[in-house]
């Protein structure tokens, strides 16, 4: 079976730090594409960052550039995403996502989300 389970979410004030974590069992998490997504309320999930299996490549969303990096480490099977300098409107669900694409098909799976919060 297949988890996805991210932590350290919480309240921060404007211009704060928070370290998401996402720790995954029951996948070969060295060959996924690992993600993380946010859903603020009344609004769409927006992809914030991404780092590939292959390479490690990572890109981000425009309004999170320079203020959150994504990183993994495939022994502990666990993403990371550091976020600084937080503004209000990085408040949202965040959500860890892991893809893989093979030859015959792919897995997508999904964590249940930690809630962080930007507020004075």
């Known amino acids: 079976q297949v988890r996805l389970v991210e932590s350290g979410g919480g309240l921060v004030q404007p211009g704060g730090s928070l370290s998401l974590s996402c720790a995954a069992s029951?996948?070969?998490?060295?060959?996924?594409?690992m993600n993380w997504y946010r859903q603020a309320p009344g609004k769409e999930r927006e992809l914030v960052a991404y780092?590939?299996?292959?390479?490690?490549?990572?890109n981000y969303a425009d309004s999170v550039k320079g203020r959150f990096t994504i990183s993994r480490d495939n022994a502990k099977k666990t993403v990371f995403l550091q976020m600084n300098n937080l503004k209000p409107e990085d408040t949202a669900v965040y959500y860890c996502?892991?893809?893989?694409?093979?030859?015959?098909?792919?897995?997508?799976?999904w964590g249940q989300g930690t809630q962080v919060t930007v507020s004075s």
């Open positions: 996502n892991a893809v893989w694409v093979g030859t015959r098909g792919g897995s997508d799976y």
């Open positions: 780092i590939r299996s292959v390479g490690g490549i990572t």
């Open positions: 029951g996948l070969t998490f060295r060959l996924y594409d």
